[in-house]
């Protein structure tokens, strides 16, 4: 009997989305003759029952769009704001997967939506999830599709930042997206040319970093390009986060974690403002004038790369084979020139950080490049 399919995209968008549901659609749909019904907005369209029933036609030109055409949201099952309330809905959810006699649901996204999927798995649902991100930051699997793309964006505002800096004798400081990981800062920092890269994993020392910008004025080189991560955090600030972060894992009450959420809001908010203040910092610090560009949604739009529509390809189709094997409670990792399933609790909630040694890091500081520290 044909098996149905139900599919959604969940996070943050990211080029490449529709690739891979084009690529889970076609396999499931032409090949293994399966039924595929999507769900809108993430998991919020999933339990609202607002559907969009595929066929070959609705994933006809698809690959190259950027976005993705079932939308997408961050709300999660078993904390949905509905109606100004913040609700548990996964009884719902997992009702509506029954009513539509769903066989699989295959979720796509990033750390977040591992989560959320893995919590419907431990409900009885068959889950099968795809890892997007622009962040590459999903454990287990190579490379995420959407970071390359973003890469190739950020890579190539750096190359033309490098030219205005230079005309002006400035200091541009150019931040990249990832709040909690820093590899887009880092691969495009190194592809771009950056002089300093600042990662969340790497805490800096605003005095490290100008030091590094005047002994390249005093070679000649009067601008210099910095590649902030958004999550990037100077040493003395990481202290009272680190404290703040523990003292919200430790809360034993809701009073205490009410008040142990609200101190590290207000640290984070603190934090929101960090490239700017880094720019100022290093401008009286220096001598140099300096100047902002936060490349922000920009890195997430658009048309996706050819090696991220040749992945998210590979994932979907890899995802399809998985369904008709009935290989459940996984994600589609990518693995050199194949696909391996991993068990989504091997996945979900953990995070893929940049290793302080990894030879990417290693073979910036090798081309002279500060890294903060
Ligand atoms: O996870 C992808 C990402 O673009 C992060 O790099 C960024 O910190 C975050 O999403 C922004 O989230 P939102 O789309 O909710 O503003």
Redesign the pocket.
Known sequence: MAKFVGILTS??DCPGLNAAIRGVGKAALGFYGMQVIGFRDGFRGFMENRTMEFDSEMLSGILTQGGTILGTS?DKPHRMPVGGKIVDVTDVIVDNYHTHHLDVLVCLG?GGTQKNALRLAEKGLNIITLPK???NDVLLTDVTFGFDTALSVATEAIDRLHSTAHSHHRIIVVEI???KVGWLALGAGIAGGADAILLPEIPYDVESVADAIRARSHRGKRFSLVAVA?GAIAKQEVQALHAAEQKVAKAKSRSAQASAEAELKQLEAQHAGNTMRLAKELEQLTGLESRVTILGYL??GGTPSAADRLLATRLGTACADLIHKGRYGVMVAARADDTKPVPLEDVARKLKFVPPDHPWVGTARRVGTCMGD
Request: a neutral charge; aromatic letters at 0%.
């Open positions: 996070g943050g961050r990033g991100t622009i962040d997206m990832g709040n958004e890195q997430r």
